[in-house]
């Protein structure tokens, strides 16, 4: 059976007010929905993306021709299966598919550059309820992300509880850690340090700031492995040689990979956006939004919660969504969390897993 | 009692045959020694430096002003007590503390820059032994190195085996890991993304690399902390402010002191050499060198030896010393092994330790 395929895109009526003080007007959200949505719009499926992910959950990518994020997950019979449930997944505002992000004009005709306002997790969710209440979803069936989709997910579930009926969780956290941040303070001064990134201003240019966009990316990247996946997978082998060349060319195998992983990013990610959705990233704190106590995060919930987290994540370890399920116990809330054993760090979530799939199905079923 | 300092520097004699088959002529070698040598000769302790360290072990250093990288350890009566040893530290060929390296004149009177060879960590420590045989000290009481500098006297202990009594390896390991040469790739491509590196020619120019190499460091001082103790730390503090400023300035504390500990850096340290010395510990793999079995680098071996791990080191993990331990067992050599309890990650063989302190008494008295 061929996989329908929707891509649109729709300016909010209403304005976007954000946790900075400003407001946006006219906000783009751009999107991809897969299978039908019931006549009683009972099984919608809200899926929300990762850092450097999009709305091609599901389809190919129009930039790279490479098969959509999660097609591993998302289609007819599959885990998020789209014979049965109508899938959404919209880029984040800040972003550059399509989303109103530093790329898209301001008001002045020229695009914002660093002059877009500084946004947080619970903006992009105002983006996505934005998005829900134009497409007249009431609540949803299910709201799912992994990384910076799940932190999406518990801010929905914190801030417009009544949206959405289960929230799946996955290799996230509930805050930034001193670790994560410092991670991605090193990709900004990276990228800010790139002789074309002129102060964000680089959109009329023939150059863009490509070498720090990809050292940004090469240093996230390892977060995203685990030590035990990349000996595996590469340890010390050579790339392509027979000897260590006494130079500085990718000798090593991982060297290369880092670089073709780095420059790969490139050609689809606008610098000044990984900028902004570190950034929200980092301010995300969502027991400080709540008073200081995570589990007044979850004080009105009702939506049953999953937590899934992976044993050689390094990024989002365990404890994080051990964190997160003490605080939903606190509040009374519905919840089952399991920490799955997966050899390849943060980016298990992405890939291959059986067991991910089975806890996956069980929840949305139940 | 007023501490003695000699600040020397020394040309070897003998020409230094390297690893890529070159070899350099004159070699420079820059040293500070600490305490008397004995008529017998019997108290040297040699000292190997870190990536980032330097023959400054106990003396201020010239550049920044600061306390030797290690005068908590190395002085009269402490644990190094330079009343009864001769301290030896010399700054490692690749290096820009007055060693031979790309940024000295090669023979048409220009800096090396990138013509410099690919040097390794053995061709380190023939230039060690280059210095040991100008000052005429046959063995040495003990070698003694943290992290790149264990590596030195692991080598050390391979190929020189008759030059040393006792070897104290600390937060070390015996070749890189795919993560190790990945942080370090990332650092390369920051260092050589800079505009101002010009292909390792910028010796005669106003700007140097230095946002590259801010960069680098960052990256790789990460790795050198533990999560824990960044979350003690910095957690997610903020900077000098009370509420978040919704833009790119350093807001939490961990960004700043990051951007302190990079820009910091580039007053002290040539880009180039940065380089030079990644890529010699991103090739370092002692079995390797032995054909294949690490318990044959030490075949050789009469001296005892010490391995010290921290359990929150990331970096070099305690697993990297237990599989030095396991070779040299198997050897046959004298080995002892602790692995001590630090919050501090690989930075607390740098840091106040009790313990280490009680370890290593032990070891160079025993």
């Not at 001193?178 to 964000?200: C, L």
């Not at 590469?234 to 991982?254: C, H, I, P, W």
């Not at 044993?311 to 519905?334: F, Q």
């Amino acid at each position: 059976m061929a996989q329908e395929i929707v891509s649109k895109s729709i300016k909010l009526s209403a304005d976007l007010p954000l946790d900075c003080g400003q407001v946006l007007s006219g906000v783009e959200i751009a999107y991809e929905t897969y299978g039908e949505l019931a006549a009683d719009k009972s099984n919608a499926i809200l899926i929300c993306h990762a850092l450097t992910g999009d709305q091609y959950v599901a389809s190919d990518h129009p930039i790279t021709g490479k098969p959509g994020w999660w097609q591993r997950i998302v289609g007819p019979g599959k885990v998020i299966d789209t014979d049965r449930y109508h899938v959404i997944c919209a880029n984040v505002i800040g972003s550059c598919m399509g989303s109103t992000g530093p790329a898209s004009l301001a008001a002045d005709g020229q695009p914002y550059g660093m002059r877009f306002p500084v946004i947080t997790i619970r903006d992009m969710v105002r983006g996505l309820v934005g998005l829900l209440d134009e497409l007249g979803i009431e609540k949803l069936h299910t709201v799912i992300g992994g990384s910076m989709g799940g932190m999406q997910a518990l801010s929905l579930a914190a801030n417009w509880p009544e949206r959405a009926e289960r929230m799946l969780v996955i290799a996230s956290s509930a805050r930034h850690s001193a670790q994560n941040i410092a991670f991605h303070e090193v990709g900004r001064q990276a990228i800010m340090a790139d002789r074309y990134w002129n102060g964000g201003d680089y959109y009329a240019s023939d150059a863009s700031p490509d070498n720090g966009l990809a050292v940004a990316r090469m240093a996230a990247h390892i977060t995203y492995l685990s030590e035990e996946g990349l000996t595996e997978k590469f340890g010390r082998n050579l790339q392509d040689r027979e000897t260590k060349s006494f130079g500085f060319d990718a000798d090593f195998q991982v060297e290369s990979y880092l670089r073709y992983q780095g420059s790969g990013f490139t050609q689809r990610f606008d610098a000044n956006s990984y900028l902004y959705i570190t950034r929200a990233m980092d301010y995300f704190d969502l027991a400080e939004e709540h008073g200081g106590t995570l589990a007044n995060a979850f004080a009105g919930a009702s939506a049953r919660f999953c937590l899934i987290s992976f044993d050689s994540d390094w990024l989002y370890p365990t404890a994080e969504s051990r964190h997160i399920v003490h605080a939903l116990n606190a509040a009374g809330a519905k919840v089952s969390f399991v920490e799955l054993s997966a050899p390849h760090g943060h980016d298990s979530f992405l890939l291959e897993h059986e067991q991910l799939d089975r806890v996956m199905r069980g929840f949305l079923d139940g």
